[in-house]
């Protein structure tokens, strides 16, 4: 997601006035701009120095608790969230505006989510558990060789704000990196202070002491990359934001790994067959994906290829959607001002605006027409993120013109093509042509709903994200938080369980190159 | 390893002088200090723009290419550098003074490196093929998903001084960037350029055009880390020029990875009883270890923890080991200087010096001594890589005032205890210790000799690595050149072979969660 594009942006929470700040994070309703809840109180230095000790000290503890265990924590987690979940949904709902549907949705995504962690450390091949007899007859000689993964130490978490359960406090950076045995401390949205300081209650109390922390406000945020413990961040925000952060985190004294998702333009392909056989119904998808939560997803499709003969039935599906307030002031007036600017160079034609309920911080769904060459003369500027229900539909008459423009887009989380039967190897010329652009290639389908599992990949080139290697959502996030250690010529009563003789843990393990399941 | 420690040190090239550098990479002969070969133009921006935007253009079809070609394409490579060895060996022992018995050897490894990684293509688990079904009921639902690792792009690599074939030109760097199916241009160090030159023709002979290319010079190494078509850099060498490089592939304004392999101070710790045990044998060892390859290695053991009762018998053994020329002047300087400063400072006593043959750039072996509580005092000082036969040994009386200040030592690549089967549970605490800092643990042995295996990792936290998720050396050092993508309810036709219905390139895969091995 794109909030923000000035490089002084450090993370979000200029959106709240100076004169407040001194106060504390305030939380808002954003149906009447109005505060909600009393202000939390901004983490100083010292707040975070204590916080990120405290997960220091629990690291060996967390990280030598055998997998088992974790998952069984990870798991009260999971139920002590599912049993607040009443409560959570309701101050979520007042903080943030996206309804009690999709909140009660997405908070048992989120505990979904610590479940299926659970589910992978139980399985066990997360480690990676390599074992290598010893062959003094090559060259080099081998020694008996034993690998796996093990936890860096305490991971910092910046929340987002646009998931104020799946990709906040208890949100997919924490589960994965609790998973992984790296204690967590977050740094909470100041768009929903209160909801976060309720759900980090109700994390906390479920985990041993140190485990989990939350700090709160801008500079709490930049203490917690440059504190010498933490070994690793993530962070799920807008493109400066996280751009400046990425920078912190690279040039500090013991510079870290920062895993970064930022902005994504998720571009989608409708093919002229597929465009023809039911214009009407195509067209209300696209509207439906673009609308879903006021637009406000990483991977809202914010950019359409599309004959021409389609672009009357978008701009009718655009015009009757309802838009509907945003999560915070700063990002509805960026909303308004980049889309007014849009319409304002003539680069892009506005050819539908939705309609906005009349309350606080509500936005209209516009869309925006360029045809293809227009759009190539002016890629950067066109492609650049208007978070919110926005779109362009750049129109196009040739298949191969498309193959010279779509390697050119900036990196981005996701890519669709729709296609009918008969042009699947035009499919397949467009799929090639978006790969390296993209992580995630969509067929005859929409970008926003990101599962859960064990294929998923919610990451891709920069700048949708600072590293390309890895993503946010999904079993193999768990990634991000560990690194290898091999024991050489090891007695096999100090090895983890993990690499001992005899295979105690049971899990799947690579042997002489072969991997065995157990 | 570490051979400098100015900041201003980009590359390694500055120990050519500039009245030189005009004229090209200018090779020397350690024994004699008298230049070897005729001058290699250095490469300037519009070569280095050349070679990249070749490998721009290869890395569609070299990527395409199914894994099983470019695993024999790998072998082809290494059979063409085994015919040459015998030239290679001459040219390389001409240039670095590290004999022939060594360099036969050592091209061998690095032939045996490609044949591994031809093994893991075939394997073909290094791609993760992770297929999922779909599932409406869960919360998110779950779509079609199938998820396997791509390569990057053009990777550029920065060869090593001190292993002209095995971290050089067609290294483990090369090996694996080209293994994944990234085109890859090298950076030629400047101590081997001739070595460089010659091995870089028989691999450009091997491969298809494009897929490999070669720069020399320091401006050079700059520009390929700058061009926008190279998506990650593999390096070895020195703290300070991996540093400079690595900032500057973190600050380009699409920041890349960057793996840097930098210094390493490879503790050994040595309990009580195995001290006692067979001082002799064990000082002969360490010494061993200490003066192979006059100490320019990565993994030197340049700091030994012992009983004080132990080190008279390690002066012993390093009184009498000879040391032999460096590899380049720069070095050689470095060394004789960092080591005479060390004395000076009087933080350490030097209690032995070995000898050097009487020619060129020879150093002799040297090894200080200092009691553990002075070495907590100034551990940073004592602690940096003197690159060469030099070691400091720690004199200590308990193992629990160790298990106070292992955890205190700078990231390293290894970490050793020596223990007798009584003091099996000291050695584990000992192992624990350290485990936080090291990436390989080893007993009873000595860190010189990395094998090349599944199970290896030869890497470690910062300063010894710039990313502690990564090895270079061993089948998973192919990770750090590879990226997912997720085809989300994609046409079977249009999946790639490894994530296609039927599974027919019968690699093992993982279906819901489950690995199964074909």
Redesign the interface.
Known sequence: MTEARTTQDVQDTQDVPETRRARGVQGYNPRTGEPSGPPIPESGDTDVDRVVTAAAAAFPTWSALPARDRADALESVADALDAGSEALVTLADTETALGRPRLT?EL??TT?QLRLFA?VLR?G?WV?A???TANPD??????V???ML?P??PVGVFAASNFPFAFSIAGGDTASALAAGCPVVVKAHPSHPGTSEATARIVESALPPGVFGVVHGQQAGVALVNHPAVKAVGFTGSTAGGRAL??LA??RP??I?FYGELGSINPAVVLPRAAAARPEGFAAEFAGSLTLGVGQFCTNPGLLFAPESLVPALAAAVSGAVGGPMLNERMCDAYRSGTEDLAASGLAELVAHGTAPAEGWSVEPKLYEVPLAGFAENLATLTEEHFGPAAVVVTYSSVDELLDVLPKLP?TLTGAVHAAEAE?DD??RV?EAL??V????????WPT?????????H?G???ST??????SVG??SI??W??????????D??LPAELRDGNPLGI?R?V??????H
Not at 438 to 445: E, K, M, S, Y
Not at 482 to 491: L, R
Not at 512 to 517: F, K, S
């Open positions: 949705t048992k995504r979904n589910e399985e091949s990676e390599t074992l290598d090559i060259i080099p000689p081998r020694p060789l034993r690998r093990r860096l130490g990425f920078d690279s040039s013991e510079p790994p990196g699947l499919a397949g799929a790969r390296p993209v992580g995630r290639l969509i067929f005859n389908g709903g990101v599962a859960v599992a064990w294929g998923m990949h990451g080139p920069w700048p600072t590293n390309a290697l890895h993503t079993a193999t990634r991000r560990v690194g290898p250690v091999t024991y050489q010529s090891w007695p009563e100090l799947p690579r002489d190159g072969v991997l065995a399941v």
